[in-house]
């Protein structure tokens, strides 16, 4: 008795220590879910990080998530800037609903991060920009950025952005390019402030010259002029991504001898302020390749082909509009986002313009790629062939007349 005493204690001791492992297990389990799905998630403002696998599901959920936020809309991203007023005169004037589509300009504020909607007014449009002179200051990394993050299908962006992102492995395609500089028309030149004199391009030692807050395309567009004026980068003070404000402020306290402009703010410093003079227009590169592009992110074209192709044929007939007006008509529209050509206040420049068909130039891109590599924005090159699908342009060409 004794002995089966003994066997019936031990069986139980034994039977109450795998239940309570059996319960630490399930509790600490329980608490590790617990956390991972509520406490890590907002723990990661206090530095904490996710890693492996845990992360790449997390994310792609999220994604998913964003990108079903607004079925059936498709959210652009936008910068409001000569080389995409077309599709935003696109968009104001209905041609993306007349193709059966919902599609959204999403843009923000300069130094906000909260996105909002382009309205479909230009009358609405210019309040907002009155409230608020860096409405539609979005930049292109900001936009790819937005892309990645699943908060817009697709967008507006510069060339430099383009090809810098895509050296990041971004999920990116170029369908359709946008507005460009005319090669003898250049919509970009270098200024240089009014007293500054120049015989030589030793005059230009020592000056402070700038570039302007956006992506990498001007900052080396700054450093391409002064090496191909014969001077050293280090011959020179050379300040980058300087804010639109100080830009105005810069040639009249002096504080700026020179720097590359964009065709608005030149109409800006030689016209109305008086300030600066154009020193030389954008002959250093090819001035076609200051250009922009219209970019999704390849889930979506893989997802929504019928929705993108719409999305192009609705530009393509806009900028086939365009083109068959008379120069006459072309030239009555005024405002900035609906002007078409100003040949009339800078001599020898003009705004930007746009192709037809709007076919994306890979020519265009490598020289940009070359240039970018040069001055060590990049690390290597891309093959941009594989970030672009040309596709689209072409089928827009055989529904343009539908």
Do not use: C
Request: charged share 30%; net charge negative; glycine share 8%.
């Amino acid at each position: 008795m004794r002995g089966a005493h003994w066997f019936i204690k031990n069986v139980f001791i034994m039977t109450k220590a795998v239940i309570s492992t059996i319960v630490i297990f399930f509790a600490v389990f329980g608490f590790g879910a617990y956390y991972f799905s509520h406490v890590h998630d907002s723990g990661k403002k206090s530095g904490i990080e996710e890693t492996g696998d845990l992360v790449e599901i997390k994310a792609s959920s999220r994604l998913e998530e964003a990108r079903r936020s607004e079925k059936g809309v498709a959210r652009i991203g936008y910068f409001h800037g000569g080389r995409t007023h077309l599709l935003y005169r696109a968009y104001i004037h209905d041609y993306f609903g007349k193709e059966g589509i919902d599609v959204k300009l999403i843009t923000k504020e300069l130094f906000n991060d909260a996105l909002s909607e382009v309205p479909k007014s230009h009358e609405e449009f210019e309040k907002k920009s009155e409230d608020s002179s860096f409405f539609g200051r979005m930049t292109g990394i900001e936009i790819i950025k937005e892309i990645e993050k699943g908060n817009l299908d697709g967008g507006t962006v510069g060339e430099a952005s383009f090809i810098a992102s895509i050296h990041n492995n971004s999920p990116i395609v170029a369908v359709a390019m946008l507005g460009h500089d005319e090669k003898d028309y250049p919509a970009h030149a270098f200024l240089l402030r009014n007293g500054v004199e120049v015989k030589s391009p030793d005059d230009l030692k020592g000056k402070t010259f700038v570039s302007r807050y956006s992506g990498p395309f001007d900052r080396t567009m700054v450093r391409e002029f002064i090496e191909s004026e014969g001077l050293k980068i280090t011959d020179v003070n050379l300040v980058e991504d300087v804010m639109d404000d100080e830009l105005s402020e810069g040639f009249k306290n002096g504080k700026v001898d020179g720097g590359y402009y964009h065709f608005h703010w030149i109409k800006k410093f030689v016209n109305e302020d008086k300030t600066a003079y154009v020193y030389r227009k954008l002959d250093w590169v090819n001035p076609e390749s200051s250009l922009a592009l219209l970019i999704f992110h390849k889930d979506y074209i893989k997802n929504n082909r019928d929705t993108v192709q719409k999305i192009v044929d609705a530009y393509a007939k806009r900028v086939k509009y365009e083109k068959d007006l008379s120069e006459t008509e072309r030239e009555k529209p005024k405002g900035f986002g609906l002007q078409m050509v100003d040949y009339n206040n800078i001599q020898g420049m003009n705004i930007p313009q746009y192709d037809f068909p709007p076919k994306v130039r890979s020519d265009l891109l490598h020289q940009i790629q070359d240039i970018l590599f040069k001055h060590g924005e990049i690390d290597g090159k891309s093959d941009i062939e594989n970030y672009l699908d040309l596709s689209f342009v072409e089928e827009a060409m055989k529904n343009i007349n539908k």
